[in-house]
């Protein structure tokens, strides 16, 4: 069983960055694609970023291009997700995800294991 745990969120001022960490345990196949995603209050959960076990194959969704960067340690089973000049409007829970079939594609749907989310906060 793939268990998700993510960790890195806190409350920060606008302009500061943070690192998100997602561990993950039991993913036996390097054909996984993780994901992180982010949902804010009242809207619907968002794509951010995916990358392959490998570290290959990362894809990041348009509007977070830029300030937003993904990447995998695999000694570790962690994946990171990076947030710089972070905004008011970064303000979400951030889940890490595993997609099994190895796509990592934008939509959540596709994503079989998912963390308990952590929380930012970004003060303006």
């Known amino acids: 069983q793939v268990q998700l745990v993510e960790s890195g969120g806190g409350l920060v001022q606008a302009g500061d960055s943070l690192r998100l960490s997602c561990v993950a345990s039991?993913?036996?196949?390097?054909?996984?694609?993780m994901g992180w995603f982010r949902q804010a209050p009242g809207k619907e959960r968002e794509f951010v970023a995916s990358?392959?076990?490998?570290?290959?194959?990362?894809y990041y969704a348009d509007s977070m291009k830029g300030r937003f960067t993904i990447s995998m340690d695999n000694a570790k089973n962690t994946v990171y997700l990076q947030i710089h000049s972070l905004k008011p409007e970064d303000t979400a829970v951030y889940y890490c995800?595993?997609?099994?079939?190895?796509?990592?594609?934008?939509?959540?749907?596709?994503?079989?294991?998912w963390g308990q989310g952590t929380q930012v906060t970004v003060s303006s």
């Open positions: 995800a595993a997609d099994a079939a190895g796509w990592g594609t934008e939509s959540p749907d596709n994503y079989d294991y």
């Open positions: 039991g993913v036996t196949y390097d054909n996984y694609a």
């Open positions: 990358i392959f076990w490998s570290g290959d194959n990362i």
